[in-house]
């Protein structure tokens, strides 16, 4: 399962359970990290995309 939640305001600090991820953090939509797997680029892609598309 992949889950991917975009939002602009954040506030506080994310929990991360060991059992179930390696690393969690917030990142800006345009500083990605290099090596993304391909699903998770390609769902940032289809966002930006459709970003681009209403400004």
Request: charged share 25%.
């Amino acid at each position: 399962m992949t889950a991917v939640y975009i939002t602009r305001d954040v506030q506080g600090d994310v929990e991360m359970d060991e059992t179930e991820s390696i690393d969690v953090q917030y990142l800006s939509i345009e500083d990605q990290p290099d090596g993304l797997i391909l699903t998770f680029q390609s769902y940032m892609d289809l966002y930006m995309s459709r970003l681009g598309a209403r400004e």
